[in-house]
């Protein structure tokens, strides 16, 4: 019975949680599991990764996770960053992320390899077409500047440059990766971006405010065809028909992120976005969860990194810790405000401005309410819950309130949040009845402990009725509707019957007419157990009790009565141990008397007594016997080998079955074979001498 109402309530909870999922989602910001996720999924393979752009994608979430892994790859990413930039035949692609990962690890590396690197890259950039030409060599030449001392490399045609990637762009703000190509994509549009900022970074004059005004503009028309989800995440989709190409919205999104903050932070005045959409952005991102693919982590906390501290709007995110306060404990109600990468927001106030039932759109329970700071450990927490709360499912409405005006456009809010939250207790049960009726005007009744062991046995048949009633209230005296409220019979032979137990009020009732219910019993007659079930994913008590069983007395079926449907195997029975198997082997044939049997074995013998007999007469020639030493030994080996054959005979006959003969006389005959060409060779070769002699 316990191990039933563990799995009960475990299935209650999960489905009611979940069920409240849809409508609303908890954003957390990147915590310690992140921090195992990336151990995990970014595991070298002999110290290293299998290309740069893995080596670069595993440090930068090892770098903005905190993790101090860099030793660990340090070697082995140093040999092949050395040797991808002192290649002259190396692709662009490895050049730029040779030089992403040395931006991270710090190679040692000559003068004069940057410079012979910025030369490449520049005369790449001056014959680009292509957006990611552009994207690799001017991404390239920024981080070489990064890395070195040479405040003077520029490009020489900034600006020609600027207006030859914007010339790849659409009016809708996608970019295309080509002018061949007349597709345009999402994901390119955060590649260009980049590569503008790179660009600005790299003008020794302004670039025309004119080019930066229409892209500014691009930019805008691209948020008009973000995407949101119910729950205020706002996320960029890739709409490329070329599946070779195609992007998903994680990737999407990373990309847009990325050149965004990118043109944004090299370049002067407002971008006009709405801090809304920014702040739906870093939700999509943190709602994803912690993916385990090593390509969705690094875009996901690298994305996250580059809106951690961004010049267009700072995303706050405020977290529960818990989400289920329970009355009995008399949990407070905590809440943190974090950015997403985890970082303490700047002087605010967060506000309860409002608790609703779930559901429903009544007006709130409470009054507006401030909660209180703890600079210690930088959680603002409602020590009580107001007495208007009582257990169910609510959600919370909170506001955040920053201190410093200067701070309204560097950081997003995003207004009011609205969280799910569960406030559990202990559900009274009270006035717990059963009872067999004669007729609708009652007859006595029986009281059960509904918590207690306590167990009724009652009988009925066809032309009575069985009444369950109880009620239920919260700590605070109002009625309670549990999520599941059940009557379920269970008859001797395993068939179920559950009906759903109706309410009014605090007051719970159940009237069972057998004489209308007993097809649905299929004229089964016997024992049925009485089980109540009474659970909700709040119901702290939440119960699954035996109240007893019923002897019910129906009448026969008819012929062409409804047969109960066949019930499910027994799973012991199907996976369980099975009867042993007690094999009865046939009976032995009739043998023949022992006399006959040793009369037919002399006779058997009787030709080979003639045989030795025979030879005696006949006598032994031992003339051509070797006479040296070494062919004599070979002589008497290869008979003793012919004795031991005859022997093997024996054996066989008697004892040995034909396997193990076999493996005998293989072992044998090859030794035979060996000995019996040795003195055969012998006597060939004395009897070619006598003829010559």
Not at 12 to 38: E, G, K, M, N, Y
Not at 113 to 120: D, G, Y
Not at 254 to 259: H, L, N, Q
Not at 497 to 522: M, P
């Given at each position: 019975?316990?191990?039933?109402?563990?799995?009960?309530?475990?299935?209650?909870?999960?489905?009611?949680?979940?069920?409240?999922?849809?409508?609303?989602?908890?954003?957390?910001?990147?915590?310690?599991?992140?921090?195992?996720?990336?151990?995990?999924?970014?595991?070298?393979?002999?110290?290293?990764?299998?290309?740069?752009?893995?080596?670069?994608?595993?440090?930068?979430?090892?770098?903005?996770?905190?993790?101090?892994?860099?030793?660990?790859?340090?070697?082995?990413?140093?040999?092949?960053?050395?040797?991808?930039?002192?290649?002259?035949?190396?692709?662009?692609?490895?050049?730029?992320?040779?030089?992403?990962?040395?931006?991270?690890?710090?190679?040692?590396?000559?003068?004069?390899?940057?410079?012979?690197?910025?030369?490449?890259?520049?005369?790449?950039?001056?014959?680009?077409?292509?957006?990611?030409?552009?994207?690799?060599?001017?991404?390239?030449?920024?981080?070489?500047?990064?890395?070195?001392?040479?405040?003077?490399?520029?490009?020489?045609?900034?600006?020609?440059?600027?207006?030859?990637?914007?010339?790849?762009?659409?009016?809708?703000?996608?970019?295309?990766?080509?002018?061949?190509?007349?597709e345009s994509s999402t994901f390119a549009a955060g590649l260009a971006l980049e590569a503008l900022s790179g660009v600005v970074s790299l003008s020794s004059s302004e670039i025309d405010q004119s080019l930066i005004g229409t892209t500014k503009n691009d930019i805008l028309k691209l948020f008009d065809s973000i995407e949101k989800y119910d729950d205020g995440a706002f996320y960029f989709d890739e709409k490329l028909v070329d599946a070779h190409e195609h992007q998903g919205p994680?990737s999407t999104t990373s990309s847009v992120v990325r050149g965004l903050t990118a043109f944004a932070a090299v370049t002067s005045g407002s971008l006009n976005l709405p801090s809304g959409k920014v702040l739906g952005l870093a939700r999509f991102l943190l709602?994803?969860?912690?993916?385990?693919?090593?390509?969705?982590?690094?875009?996901?906390?690298?994305?996250?990194?580059?809106?951690?501290?961004?010049?267009?709007?700072?995303?706050?995110?405020?977290?529960?810790?818990?989400?289920?306060?329970?009355?009995?404990?008399?949990?407070?109600?905590?809440?943190?405000?974090?950015?997403?990468?985890?970082?303490?927001?700047?002087?605010?106030?967060?506000?309860?401005?409002?608790?609703?039932?779930?559901?429903?759109?009544?007006?709130?329970?409470?009054?507006?309410?401030?909660?209180?700071?703890?600079?210690?450990?930088?959680?603002?927490?409602?020590?009580?819950?107001?007495?208007?709360?009582?257990?169910?499912?609510?959600?919370?409405?909170?506001?955040?309130?920053?201190?410093?005006?200067?701070?309204?456009?560097?950081?997003?809010?995003?207004?009011?949040?609205?969280?799910?939250?569960?406030?559990?207790?202990?559900?009274?049960?009270?006035?717990?009845?059963?009872?067999?009726?004669?007729?609708?005007?009652?007859?006595?009744?029986?009281?059960?402990?509904?918590?207690?062991?306590?167990?009724?046995?009652?009988?009925?048949?066809?032309?009575?009725?069985?009444?369950?009633?109880?009620?239920?209230?919260?700590?605070?005296?109002?009625?309670?509707?549990?999520?599941?409220?059940?009557?379920?019979?269970?008859?001797?032979?395993?068939?179920?019957?559950?009906?759903?137990?109706?309410?009014?009020?605090?007051?719970?009732?159940?009237?069972?007419?057998?004489?209308?219910?007993?097809?649905?019993?299929?004229?089964?007659?016997?024992?049925?157990?009485?089980?109540?079930?009474?659970?909700?994913?709040?119901?702290?008590?939440?119960?699954?009790?035996?109240?007893?069983?019923?002897?019910?007395?129906?009448?026969?079926?008819?012929?062409?009565?409804?047969?109960?449907?066949?019930?499910?195997?027994?799973?012991?029975?199907?996976?369980?141990?099975?009867?042993?198997?007690?094999?009865?082997?046939?009976?032995?044939?009739?043998?023949?008397?022992?006399?006959?049997?040793?009369?037919?074995?002399?006779?058997?013998?009787?030709?080979?007594?003639?045989?030795?007999?025979?030879?005696?007469?006949?006598?032994?020639?031992?003339?051509?016997?070797?006479?040296?030493?070494?062919?004599?030994?070979?002589?008497?080996?290869?008979?003793?080998?012919?004795?031991?054959?005859?022997?093997?005979?024996?054996?066989?006959?008697?004892?040995?079955?034909?396997?193990?003969?076999?493996?005998?006389?293989?072992?044998?005959?090859?030794?035979?074979?060996?000995?019996?060409?040795?003195?055969?060779?012998?006597?060939?070769?004395?009897?070619?001498?006598?003829?010559?002699?």
């Amino acid at each position: 019975m316990a191990g039933s109402l563990e799995g009960f309530l475990v299935l209650i909870v999960a489905a009611l949680i979940c069920s409240s999922s849809f409508a609303s989602s908890i954003f957390q910001p990147i915590s310690d599991s992140h921090r195992s996720a990336a151990l995990e999924v970014f595991t070298p393979r002999d110290g290293s990764f299998f290309s740069l752009e893995e080596t670069y994608e595993a440090l930068r979430t090892f770098e903005v996770l905190g993790i101090d892994k860099k030793s660990d790859i340090n070697t082995a990413a140093c040999q092949s960053v050395l040797e991808i930039l002192g290649s002259p035949s190396s692709a662009l692609k490895d050049l730029f992320y040779a030089l992403k990962v040395n931006g991270i690890v710090k190679c040692d590396i000559e003068k004069d390899v940057f410079e012979v690197v910025a030369s490449r890259l520049q005369a790449t950039v001056s014959g680009a077409g292509a957006l990611l030409d552009f994207y690799y060599s001017v991404g390239g030449l920024v981080l070489v500047k990064d890395q070195t001392s040479k405040d003077d490399l520029y490009l020489a045609d900034a600006e020609g440059v600027f207006g030859s990637i914007k010339a790849l762009s659409q009016s809708d703000g996608r970019w295309r990766y080509n002018s061949n190509n007349p597709e345009s994509s999402t994901f390119a549009a955060g590649l260009a971006l980049e590569a503008l900022s790179g660009v600005v970074s790299l003008s020794s004059s302004e670039i025309d405010q004119s080019l930066i005004g229409t892209t500014k503009n691009d930019i805008l028309k691209l948020f008009d065809s973000i995407e949101k989800y119910d729950d205020g995440a706002f996320y960029f989709d890739e709409k490329l028909v070329d599946a070779h190409e195609h992007q998903g919205p994680l990737s999407t999104t990373s990309s847009v992120v990325r050149g965004l903050t990118a043109f944004a932070a090299v370049t002067s005045g407002s971008l006009n976005l709405p801090s809304g959409k920014v702040l739906g952005l870093a939700r999509f991102l943190l709602g994803i969860g912690i993916p385990g693919d090593a390509k969705d982590l690094f875009n996901q906390i690298d994305s996250l990194a580059s809106l951690e501290s961004n010049s267009v709007s700072i995303p706050l995110i405020l977290s529960l810790p818990a989400t289920v306060l329970s009355l009995t404990k008399k949990d407070a109600l905590k809440v943190k405000v974090n950015t997403v990468l985890g970082s303490n927001a700047p002087p605010l106030t967060v506000k309860l401005v409002g608790v609703f039932r779930s559901g429903s759109k009544d007006t709130s329970l409470i009054e507006g309410q401030e909660l209180k700071f703890n600079p210690e450990s930088a959680v603002y927490a409602l020590d009580a819950l107001p007495k208007s709360i009582d257990v169910g499912k609510y959600t919370f409405v909170f506001e955040m309130v920053l201190h410093d005006p200067d701070h309204l456009n560097l950081y997003a809010t995003g207004g009011q949040t609205r969280i799910p939250i569960f406030v559990t207790g202990v559900v009274k049960v009270d006035s717990a009845e059963i009872s067999v009726l004669d007729s609708d005007l009652g007859s006595t009744e029986t009281k059960i402990d509904l918590t207690g062991e306590n167990t009724v046995s009652l009988s009925a048949n066809h032309l009575q009725k069985l009444r369950l009633s109880f009620q239920l209230s919260t700590s605070h005296g109002h009625a309670f509707k549990p999520h599941q409220a059940i009557l379920k019979l269970t008859h001797e032979n395993k068939v179920e019957h559950s009906f759903v137990v109706g309410s009014s009020g605090k007051q719970f009732e159940i009237n069972l007419d057998f004489l209308g219910l007993v097809e649905k019993f299929f004229y089964l007659s016997g024992k049925y157990n009485v089980q109540l079930t009474v659970g909700d994913a709040v119901m702290e008590n939440s119960f699954l009790k035996a109240i007893g069983h019923l002897d019910l007395d129906l009448p026969e079926p008819p012929e062409k009565a409804l047969q109960p449907p066949p019930q499910p195997l027994d799973q012991n029975f199907r996976y369980g141990p099975k009867a042993e198997i007690t094999h009865i082997f046939r009976a032995p044939e009739k043998l023949p008397p022992k006399e006959l049997s040793h009369a037919f074995l002399g006779l058997t013998l009787f030709p080979l007594l003639g045989f030795l007999v025979g030879l005696l007469r006949l006598g032994v020639n031992l003339k051509n016997f070797p006479s040296s030493s070494v062919p004599a030994m070979f002589a008497v080996l290869f008979h003793l080998g012919i004795a031991a054959v005859l022997l093997l005979y024996a054996l066989f006959w008697l004892k040995w079955d034909l396997f193990t003969t076999l493996k005998a006389l293989g072992f044998l005959g090859a030794f035979l074979m060996f000995v019996g060409h040795r003195i055969l060779s012998h006597l060939a070769s004395i009897s070619s001498k006598l003829k010559s002699a």
